[in-house]
Structure formats: C-alpha cells, structure tokens
C-alpha cells in the first residue's frame, strides 16, 4: 500500500517570497511522484512530474521538486511566489505508469501582497 | 493535446433522483479512466477505475450499485449516481489515462453535485 503525507495543510506567503511544500510518502515499490495545482472550482493541472532520472525537477510556472529517495519526499519548491499561485497543491504517488494515484491531503497556498 | 472535459460543470437534483455525469477526452483516445471524489477542502479520493468495455473496478468501500460507470467508448466513460442523496453531493472529477509512456493523466474540470 501506498501514502502520501503533505505535512501542511495551509501555507501563507508573501509575494514574491520563496515557498517551499513538503511531501513525504511511503511505497513498498519504486513510484511515480506528481505534483498537481487545483484552482477553486477547478480539475487538477500536472505542475511537475518524477518518472526516473535527474532527481530534481523542472515543472510549469518556475517550480521544481526534488526527489530524495531515503528521506521518501518530493518536496516543492518555487523562488518568488506571484498572487496568481495562490491555490491548492496536491502531491500524489503511483506505482507504475497508468497505475492510480494516490494523493496526498493537500496543502492551501495563500499568496499575500 | 490531452484535453478532458466533464458535462455537466455543476447540477442540482432532488433526493432520491439519478443524475448521469459524462466525461469525455476531446483529443486521444483514453482505455482507461478514473473517477474521483473530493469533499470540501479535502483531497480527491479515488473511487474506481474504467475500463473500456469491461466493468469498472471499485475501491474499497464504493458501492458499485449505487455510482454505476460506463465506459462504452474510447472517448467517453459515464459516472451515474442513482437515487441520490444529500451525503452525495460532492465535487466529482475524472481523469483519463493518456497512451503515452509516462502514464499521464489528465484531469477534467470537475462537476459539482448537490443534491437536495
């Protein structure tokens, strides 16, 4: 069985300040890592994923997340934060391609002038 | 590419009735979907897998009798919930499993339910 564990459910921000989201899961299996963006009222949007590879990666909008496989995590990350970021991030896990995901609690990002 | 739409966006019923929610990839073909559940401010949850001309498979806990899905096409799977209930109402969203290696999917917008 897979988990996904967004350690904080609410982040405020300040323009233009970094951010970072963290995420930790655990797998018995390699996975899969994404990280999604869900606007109010909205469907998710794929920021960023980690298939294999360069451990950090590059997604939409300036972010990145690193894959660290001994510490389970995938934490996001994003250097100067705009209004328009504000939103809810969702991290999710699979075990193999096409497999379902499994997502973590999400965390709100609230982006403040 | 890789557009999922969902119809409708939102709809309101009565107690008791059955509303049919569509969910359609516009520009590839998807064998399978997914059908998802997120209650206000909380995650999605997942609540079965379509499967083009086959049944679905339901997670743990879903009554497959009650939220009955159709994947009759390779664009179009269909989430019906029957004599619905104010517990049902929910935000539902799919997603479609993209052909490519990555494994990809790719979310609609979602349908709001609120049954009365």
């Known amino acids: 069985a897979q988990s996904v564990t967004q350690l904080d459910s609410q982040v405020p921000v300040f323009e233009e300040a970094p951010v970072e989201l963290r995420c930790n899961y655990s797998?018995?299996?390699?996975?899969?890592l994404f990280w999604y963006v869900q606007y109010p009222n909205q469907g998710l949007q794929l920021l960023l994923k980690y298939l294999s590879g360069s451990t950090l990666v590059k997604g939409i909008n300036g972010f990145e997340a690193e894959f660290n496989k001994s510490q389970t995590s995938f934490h996001l990350r994003k250097p100067s934060v705009h209004i328009s970021d504000t939103a809810e991030y969702f991290c999710a896990v699979s075990s193999a391609a096409g497999n379902k995901l499994t997502f973590g609690g999400g965390t709100r990002v609230l982006v403040k002038p | 590419g890789a557009v999922v739409s969902q119809h409708p966006s939102w709809v309101i019923c009565k107690s008791g009735t059955s509303v049919k929610i569509e969910c359609r990839s516009l520009?590839?073909?998807?064998?399978?979907m997914f059908w998802y559940r997120q209650f206000p401010k909380q995650s999605l949850m997942l609540m079965a897998t379509s499967n083009e001309g086959s049944k679905a498979t339901y997670e743990q806990g879903v009554e497959k009798d009650k939220f009955l899905i159709n994947h009759a096409s390779l664009t179009l799977s269909t989430l019906t919930v029957t004599s619905a209930h104010p517990e049902d109402s929910s935000f539902y969203i799919c997603s479609a499993l993209s052909g490519r290696a990555s494994g990809e999917q790719f979310f609609g917008p979602g349908t709001r339910l609120t049954v009365l």
């Open positions: 797998s018995s299996v390699s996975v899969y």
């Open positions: 520009d590839f073909q998807a064998t399978t």
